[in-house]
Structure formats: structure tokens, C-alpha cells
């Protein structure tokens, strides 16, 4: 297997009806890195990520995970993907030992086999002392990493994380990032989905961004803040004469009002705006570095998706 | 896809393997680890209709009833009952519950298990739930002493076959279903209606006979039972025996193919 193309996708396309979730999409993934898919809500990320693992056919396309086709090999490939879904589908009639044995045997682990790697996980997840404790008596982090842990259950070379840290508390979500690293570290090829895009710049050495069923932008988290909102950003309170002042200071920059704050956009280097702030205090201006959340607010637009 | 396509479509034959019974054993194994709760009902529920309708509302019936006494005319319909009952409340609300609240079957089919083995493991789970529950009647009625032929002991046969039957035709009313409160349809304008007037209770007049036989799957299953019950075989159980194994054979395929379209879109 080489490391290029991984997973690849060719016109891959998905209708329900009249709506078409994902749109002639093409992309690759490779193998061993961690490639993270943002956007908007109803962009087709996870629908993109359920065509991965088999459970929804596409429409029409061509999509391969290690060489083999979607559409023909679905229980191959299902055998060496790990899934933890954005719901929680954890077993509520088993303990937390339960899940995870009964789960192994769906993928034909044998009894001993699967005893012993869920002891492993549930100390790789830190749940040890939740061993026998019922699902439904789980914080909702313990339920990530359970569910973490389970997709791990058959020692996966792919690892399909969607959302993966939605509501967790920056403690929990912490413990999850630390997990993703050290399983990027033993080589697992991770694709991640998430609207935190301070996540999406730590953990993903790539990044596709979508909108409406399509792929809009690809690159490393640097590159794309790079090409998209430059070095810098200067936010200042919004008032017509700093306008002004602005626009004839720094005639080359993109310029954006946000509710009651200027944005302003540069691709010099690092200090440019930063007599300005010295010479002309105004009210509230702060220089920060350019981040992927701009990026992805310019590439996606402003308007509430729902 | 022309019309004749579309209804092929639902009665292509599903690609099983084995793996339908690891779904069938993740049912089980919630069925032990409750098993109390599970076992018990079942057994004291026969008690009560044996001493109501048996025994209370018999002595005031001195008819020509097959079997000799009301109680022991009912004594295979109650079985009967059991067997509709656990496979068809097991593959509506159970399964249910399990699909669209608990998101089992996601979870399932993100393992090398498909949609058509999870769903087929769920009609065999009802058959099973069948196959116990009409047992744990069967042992009351026994102990009612209102058993008369060592034929019974087939009975738990036409349980599992029955209880597929019923899964099947559950499973179609779960693959239509928008949301859990819809099985009142099926619950009261089809289960009670069959078990009170499909010759459960009474014997059925002589031209109702013939439609009950071609329309109700109880009532082919309570004759069935009957027959074993009393060792009165006749020639015409035969095409009851006949008529539940298609109709079994029918929804098993059916329902598995409208649960996937209802599921994989």
C-alpha cells in the first residue's frame, strides 16, 4: 500500500430527493496523517464520512479506501475503520465493559482477545473505575472516550472521528486531543470532522473545507491562513472616521465589519499595524495573529446555518 | 425505476451470513441480565385468563365445546396468544426503541455486521421471544393438567415459526412507522381484534372459518396449537402449517428489505 491516497474520492456525489448532500466532490487522503473536514453545519461532512465507512452508498462517484472500492468491499473495509459518530450510540442496556466486549464481537474478536484489549482501552481512556458502571451514569466526556475506546476495539488503520469534542469541557476536550495524538503517533490515519477551529489547527496536519455538499478550499492549517487573512488582524471599535483612516493607512488590506468591531485583514508581515496602534490609540484595538477561524468565517460567510 | 423494479426491489433476498446471530445474541444477552422481570409476567399472566375466562366465565357455559370445558378449549389459545404477542410487541416497540432511541443499529452496522443481517437478527430475536414465552405457558397450561397429547411437545416448533411470522409482519409496521405512538394502529385495530375473534377464545361459526383461516395468521397458529394440544390431527392442518410458512418466508424478506430503504437512504 503506498502512502499516497489512502482514501480517494472521484466525483463522489450524494442526492436524498431533490437535495444533493454532497456534490461531485474529489479529495484525497493519506496514509498516516490526520485530516480534518470543517464547515458549516449541512456542508455533507458527515455524510461524506458515513460513504467512508460503508454505511451509506454514494449516488454516484468513485470512492476507495485502501484500494477497494466502497461499493463492493464494505465489510473489508468496515473491518479496518473505527468510528465515533457525533451521537451517542453507546449500548444502554450494558455496563461500560459490556459495551466493549460486545462490540469486539461484532468484528469476530474472540472472547479472551477482546477481555484483554478492552482492559487496555479502558485504561488508555481512563476509565478503569467505571468499569461496571452502567452507560447512562457517564458524564457526557466519559461517554466520548468510551466511545473513543470502542472504535478502537478492533485496532483500526483508520480512525473517523466526527466531532469528536462537541460539548465537552476544555478539561475533557483536552484529554480527547492528547488521545488523537497518540494514536496519529502509532500511525493511525485519522479524518476528523469539528467546528472548533482552534481543534482543527492543533490536531489536523490537513485540512478540506466544505460548504454546501462541495469542497471550497484544501491545505495545511498554515497555508490556508496564510493565503486567506494573511499575518495579521487589527480589531478596533467601528467608528466612520477610523474607517477612513484605515482605508487610506492601509489601502491594500481587506477590510471587514463585524457587528460593532473593524477587522482588518493584511498579508505584511508581522508589525504592521503595530505603530499604527502605538501612535493613534483608539478604543479597543488589539493586533492578534490571523487564525483559522477567520479563514473559515471568510470562506463560509457570516449567515447563521441551520 | 419503473414500478414492476420498484416492488422487485423489496423482495430481493437479503445476503446473510452468520453474523445475524451476534445481533441475535446482543438481544439476548439484555434478555438474561433481566431475565426476572422477563420470566416471571409471562407465567402469571395464562394464570389469570385460565382463572377468569377458564374457570369463571366456563361454569356458565354448558355448550357443545371442543375440548370439553371452556378452559381447556382456550388452554391452546392462550399459547397462541403468547406466541403473537412477545415476537410482535418485541419487533415494533422493541426493536423500535432500539433503532431510532438507542441508535443500536447504527452502532452495529459501523462493525462488519450489514443493515440486513441487524434486522434479521431482530426477527429471529422475536422469534425467540416467542419461542420462550409460549414455553413458560405452556408449562401452566401443563400444570393445569388441561394437556392431553404428547403432540404438544411440537408445539414449541410452531412457536418459533409463528413468532418469525409475527416478527416479519412487525417489522413492516416498524419500517412505516414515524414515530413509537404509531404502533396503536397495528396494536389495537389488528393484534386485538385477531386474538378476540380469531378463535381464541371461542370456537369460530362455520362460514367464518374459511376467511379467518385465509386472512389471520393467529388463527392458523391457534388451530395448529389445538391440534397438537388435543392429538387431533387433521388433514387440514396441513394447509395451516402450508399457509404460515409462506406468509413467514413473505415478511421475512419483505421486512428486511423495507427497514433498509427506510434506513439507508
Known sequence: MSSANFIEAQGLTKKYDDFVAVDNIDFQVYKGECCGFLGPNGAGKTTTIKMIHCVLPPASGNLTVAGMNVTEKAREIKKMIGVAPQEDNLDPDFSVITNLSVYARYFDIPKEMSLKRAAELLRFAQLEEKRDVVINQLSTGMKRRLILARALINEPQILLLDEPTTGLDPQARHLIWDKIRTLKKQGVTIILTTHYMDEAAVLCDRLLIMDAGKIIEEGTPAELVRKHVGEEVLEVDFEEDTMNVLKQKFPNARLEVVSDRIHLFTNEPHGAFESYVRDFPRKGAIVRTANLEDVFLKLTGRKLRE | MTTRDRIKS????????????????????????????????????????????????????????????????????????????????????????????????????????????????????????????????????????????????????????????????????????????????????????????????????????????????????????????????????????????????????????????????
Not at chain 2, 369460530?204 to 376467511?211: G, N, V
Not at chain 2, 394447509?239 to 421486512?255: D, Q
Open chain 2, 10 to 265: 423489496y423482495f430481493t433476498l437479503p445476503e446473510l451470513t452468520y453474523r445475524v446471530w451476534k445481533v441475535w445474541r446482543r438481544n439476548f444477552d439484555v434478555f438474561m441480565k433481566t431475565y426476572k422481570v422477563n420470566f416471571f409476567p409471562p407465567m402469571l399472566e395464562p394464570i389469570f385468563y385460565l382463572l377468569g375466562f377458564g374457570l369463571g366465565l366456563g361454569a356458565y357455559i354448558s355448550g357443545n365445546i371442543p375440548g370439553g370445558s371452556l378452559i381447556k378449549f382456550i388452554a391452546p389459545g392462550l399459547v397462541s396468544m403468547s406466541i403473537m404477542y412477545s415476537s410482535f410487541f418485541e419487533c415494533t416497540y422493541g426493536s423500535f426503541v432500539r433503532m431510532y432511541y438507542q441508535k443500536t443499529f447504527d452502532a452495529i452496522i459501523a462493525t462488519p455486521i450489514s443493515m440486513e443481517e441487524v434486522i434479521a437478527g431482530e426477527l429471529l430475536w422475536g422469534a425467540t421471544r416467542s419461542l420462550i414465552s409460549s414455553s413458560i405457558v405452556l408449562c401452566v397450561v401443563a400444570a393445569f393438567g388441561l394437556i392431553s397429547s404428547p403432540l404438544t411437545l411440537l408445539i414449541p416448533l410452531v412457536a418459533f415459526c409463528g413468532g418469525l411470522m409475527f416478527s416479519g409482519i412487525a417489522m413492516c409496521f416498524t419500517s412505516l412507522a414515524p414515530n413509537i405512538d404509531f404502533f396503536n394502529y397495528p396494536a389495537f385495530l389488528f393484534i386485538t381484534p385477531m386474538l378476540l375473534l380469531g378463535g381464541t377464545f371461542f370456537p369460530l361459526p362455520q362460514a367464518a372459518q374459511l376467511p379467518a383461516t385465509i386472512f389471520l395468521p393467529l388463527t392458523n397458529i391457534v388451530l395448529l396449537n389445538r391440534g397438537l394440544m388435543f392429538g387431533n390431527l387433521q388433514i387440514s392442518l396441513l394447509t395451516n402449517v402450508a399457509w404460515i410458512i409462506s406468509v413467514t418466508l413473505f415478511f421475512f424478506v419483505l421486512s428486511i428489505n423495507a427497514m433498509k430503504k427506510k434506513l439507508i437512504k
